[in-house]
C-alpha cells in the first residue's frame, strides 16, 4: 500500500506540499485569469487518502498550519485566505460522514461546497469578490484537474 513506510510518504508529501505552493503562486495553469485551486485539491485529496486517525489528523493540520506560515514569508496568498481555507477543509470532516459515503462523489460535494463558501466569505468580509462566472471557471478547472488525480492517488493505495 502506499502508506507501508511513513517516512517516506511523510516526506512525499512535504515536498508535494512545497511544490503546490510553488504553482499555485507561480500561477502556472492559470488560463485567462481563471486558476485552479491547487491547495484546496491538495488538502482535499490528503483528507481522503489518509486513513482515518488522530496521527493523521494531526499531520493534516500542521500542514495547514505550516501553510499559513509559508504563505505569509514566501509567497503572495494572503494568510487570512488561507487560514479560511484550512478552517473550512478542516470543518468538512463534520459533515464528511453525512453525505453518500461515495469517495468520489462526496470529494466533489465537499470541494464545490467549500469553493463557494470560501469566495462568499471573501466577499462578505471584502477580502475578495465574488463574480460567478470565474467561481465556476475556477470549480470545473480545479475538477478537471483534481478528479483524476484524487482518483489516482486513491487507487495507488
Sequence with gaps: TLFKNKK????????????????????????FGVQPN????????????????????????????ASFFLAWLFFSFRPVQLLILGMLVLSS???????????????LIIFV??????YGILALTGLGGFQW??????????LFIGLPLFFLMKNAQ
Design 93 to 107: 470532516l463534520l459533515y464528511r460522514s453525512v453525505l453518500t459515503g461515495v469517495h468520489g462523489t462526496d470529494f
Design 8 to 31: 517516506y510518504i511523510i516526506l512525499f508529501l512535504l515536498a508535494l506540499f512545497f511544490l503546490t505552493f510553488a504553482l499555485q503562486a507561480a500561477r502556472v495553469f492559470a488560463i
Design 133 to 142: 462566472h470565474i467561481v465556476l471557471a475556477e470549480i470545473f478547472y480545479s
Design 38 to 65: 491547487l491547495i484546496l485539491l491538495f488538502f482535499l485529496i490528503l483528507l481522503f487518502i489518509l486513513p482515518s486517525s488522530a496521527e493523521n489528523l494531526f499531520f493534516l493540520g500542521t500542514l495547514l498550519f
Design 113 to 118: 461546497l467549500i469553493t463557494f463558501v470560501f
